[in-house]
């Protein structure tokens, strides 16, 4: 139980195009749902946290014009990079938890490569 | 502000040798940390969090406050453990905070 999804699992775009990523839960109804950015070899970086049926919550230095945001139901997240640049290639990996407790598990994504050229 | 801080980028330790993997906090609150285990090719997935004081996988972790660390722990290494250990902390709304991970590399 309790399995995220995230598609695609890698892209490919031109400098200048914008790139849809969906993130789903699975199997349970996600109340909120996380977007991270990972550089190589660096850690996991919390860009924004989305709940259902309300606008993304964007972290200090994330760009909310250029990463947009859309939890339109309960099992479903995009992260939309809008005019992608190659500086916006990067791993990003979504998570999920299933109710709006302080302490939920987080369930994460395979993540989705990005590369643009 | 929080962070997590893991000193070791890579832990190289024999089969059967005890594993320690150093984990230190700063939050003005009252945390909730968790170890998160990522296997080779596959996602990131939670190993245990400091309020079920339990034992995965014969890994512990116990929080201490008076250090601010949150260290795991296993007696016995297995080639099996060999993965990458990021320790993170929640803070409010349920944001987690990573440190920069740990490479655990169990040789025979």
């Known amino acids: 139980g309790a399995v995220v999804s995230q598609h695609p699992s890698w892209v490919i775009c031109k400098s200048g195009t914008s790139v849809k990523i969906e993130c789903r839960s699975l199997d349970f109804q996600a109340t909120t749902m996380f977007w991270y950015r990972q550089f190589p070899k660096q850690s996991l970086m919390l860009m924004a946290t989305s709940n259902e049926g309300s606008k993304a919550t964007y972290e200090q230095g994330v760009e909310k014009d250029k990463f947009l945001i859309n939890h339109a139901s309960l099992t479903l997240s995009t992260l939309t990079v809008t005019s992608a640049h190659p500086e916006d290639s990067s791993f990003y990996i979504c998570?999920?938890?299933?109710?709006?407790?302080?302490?939920?598990?987080?369930?994460f994504g395979p993540g989705t490569r990005l590369t643009v050229l | 502000a929080q962070r997590v801080t893991q000193p070791e980028k890579l832990l190289s330790v024999f089969k059967g040798a005890p594993v320690e993997l150093k984990c230190n906090y700063s939050y003005s609150g009252s945390p909730e940390l968790f170890w998160y285990v990522q296997y080779s090719r596959q996602r990131l997935q939670l190993l245990l969090r400091?309020?079920s004081r339990e034992s995965i996988k014969g890994f512990t972790a116990d929080l201490n406050k008076g250090e601010t660390s949150f260290h795991l722990k296993k007696p016995f290494a297995q080639e099996e453990d060999s993965a990458m250990y990021y320790c993170?902390?929640?803070?409010?709304?349920?944001?987690?905070?990573f440190g920069t991970g740990t490479q655990l590399k169990v040789e025979l």
């Open positions: 993170a902390l929640a803070g409010g709304g349920n944001k987690l905070t």
């Open positions: 400091h309020i």
């Open positions: 998570s999920a938890t299933g109710s709006s407790g302080i302490t939920d598990t987080q369930y």
